[in-house]
């Protein structure tokens, strides 16, 4: 029949693809009470790399193979609503592992991608050529290995002359001489269902641990007259598997490297990317200068032209354009319009705004706050639950008392009000428009516009008092 189609309606058909992912291990190694796939990597759960990958190729179907702390990883991923999961009560090796999924692929025919819940810096280019390759050369199974100067503690890949491989033998079952290939299982395939589980149920107990190594595979599908393939990934990297929280720490600088390599080269400078932290949600703008030590966290969002320096921290912000943030402030939740200026040693706590050009200095913090255009509070104050209009100048040490011990309540300053130095606002209190409070003020009752507010007591100058003193 099918020499009846023209070429092109083969061509056509798109080949089926599923994917899944083996998830159930303890990670001993971690010593962690947190399942090893939940451990991050730039903010998000190392498990999310591998499934977002398989999402990127189109699978049909992703199934997730749990165990250990099984329940914590769904409740984690719940937003990636497509993966389907399956529990591996025992852990009993990663031939074991990939069987379970058996039921979840009862009516597909086509290809399947395994992959690792640790190992996440693979990329979609790579899985492409892989699949590319097992496609090309018509394997029931391929996998993908890489070249190690220490293959210590891999599965070492022999293969015949014409490139098929032969076995993987592990680690415990080496000879010396095999002990010396460098050539090792990456720990991820793709493989042909379903002639996958079929070959899967001959996989006997391995003596030594106990457990049904997937890596026995190459010499059963070989007795069942199927080719095995290796596909030698170039960037070896991308197959580096997590198992301490060393390795946790490697991975995360390598994909720093990525994340950030991406800003830079679309217009951003970071001057020490060795030292810097860019969560995998954040964006920012073109012409952006980011200081050492800066960390962008959560889904913070920086406009064009925006300058961030030492030591700052950015969580869940978001910045307009051409806004400046000075060394070690610490902004978090909250928005600040262009050309803002902030810090150095600013806090600013969720909920606020800073609008546009409005100017925040050293050691004041802002929560729950809005700060109108053009507005000014430079030094050494507490700005809580309050709405302050446009063009106000707040005095260094200005306090708004928002908090009864009991209650919170809000203080309104309107546009072009000036507040004098060391006021406390008591709220609930509003200042009305272009009024003035003089400095020392204690602020408890509202304030009419464009009149003045004082409340402290008129000076006494007791003269010739130094002498007298010194007399007695
Ligand atoms: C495995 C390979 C080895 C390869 C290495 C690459 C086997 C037998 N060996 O060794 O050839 O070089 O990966 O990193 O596969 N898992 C389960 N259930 C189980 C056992 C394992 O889900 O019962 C999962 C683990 O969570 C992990 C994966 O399978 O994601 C691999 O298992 P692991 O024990 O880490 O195998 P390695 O010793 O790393
Ligand atoms: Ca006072």
Redesign the pocket.
């Known amino acids: 029949l099918r020499t009846f189609f023209p070429s092109f309606i083969k061509h056509s058909t798109v080949k089926k693809l599923a994917a899944i ?7 001993t190694r971690m010593k962690s009470s947190l399942p ?2 939940l451990h991050e990597i730039a903010d998000r759960p190392m498990v999310f790399y591998p499934a977002e990958v398989a999402l990127n190729m189109k699978c049909q179907s992703l199934v997730m ?3 250990h702390g099984g329940e914590q990883i769904r409740d984690r991923l719940k937003s990636v609503k497509k993966i389907q999961y399956v529990l ?1 009560k ?8 990939v069987l379970m999924t058996e039921p979840a692929f009862k009516n597909f025919e086509g290809d399947v991608l395994i992959l ?4 996440p810096l693979l990329q979609s280019e790579m899985i492409r050529q892989l699949l590319e390759c097992h496609q090309t050369e018509q394997n029931a199974l391929t996998i993908a290995t890489l070249k190690l100067s220490d293959p210590t ?4 890949v022999v293969r015949d002359s014409e490139g098929r491989v032969l076995k ?1 033998v ?2 415990t079952d080496t000879t010396e001489e095999e002990r010396k290939i460098n050539e ?5 395939y793709v493989a042909k269902l379903p002639l996958l589980f079929e070959a899967l149920k001959k996989v006997k107990k ?1 003596p030594i ?1 106990k ?6 595979l190459p010499v059963i599908l070989q007795e069942m007259g199927h080719r095995v393939g290796g596909f030698l990934v170039e960037d070896s990297t991308e ?1 580096l ?1 997590v ?1 301490t929280r060393w390795d946790l720490a490697v991975a995360e600088r390598m994909m720093q490297q990525r994340i950030q390599k991406k800003w830079m080269l679309s217009g951003v400078t970071i001057i020490s990317p060795e030292r810097t932290t860019i969560h995998s949600e954040v964006e920012i703008g073109e012409e952006g200068v980011i200081y050492p030590g800066a960390e962008l966290l959560g889904k913070t969002k920086i406009g064009r032209g925006c300058v961030i320096e030492q030591g700052v921290i950015l969580k869940d912000m978001v910045l307009e354009d051409r806004v400046t943030v000075k060394a070690y402030s610490y902004l978090e939740g909250s928005m600040v319009e262009s050309e803002a200026v902030i810090g150095p040693f600013a806090r600013i706590r969720p909920e606020s705004r800073v609008s546009k050009k409005a100017r925040i200095g050293n050691f004041v913090e802002l929560k729950k706050t809005v700060l109108g255009e053009g507005s000014k509070a430079n030094h050494l104050s507490y700005l809580g639950d309050a709405v302050i209009g446009k063009d106000v100048n707040v005095g260094a040490g200005t306090i708004t008392c928002n908090y009864d011990g009991d209650k919170k309540y809000q203080t309104h300053i309107e546009d072009r009000v000036f507040i004098g130095s060391d006021t406390q606002l008591v709220a609930p209190v509003r200042v009305g428009k272009e009024s003035y409070v003089g400095a020392g003020t204690t602020i408890t009752k509202n304030v009419p516009a464009g009149s003045l507010a004082l409340s402290r007591e008129e000076q006494k100058n007791i003269l010739g008092y130094s002498k007298k003193k010194k007399k007695k």
């Open positions: 992912i083996l998830a159930a291990g303890k990670g090893k796939v193979v749990i165990g591996q025992d852990q009993s090796g990663s031939a074991h592992a690792s819940g640790d190992v503690g891999y599965g070492r993987i592990e680690e090792v299982n990456g720990g991820l391995n641990k457990e049904y190594y997937f890596t026995d197959l598997g198992n």
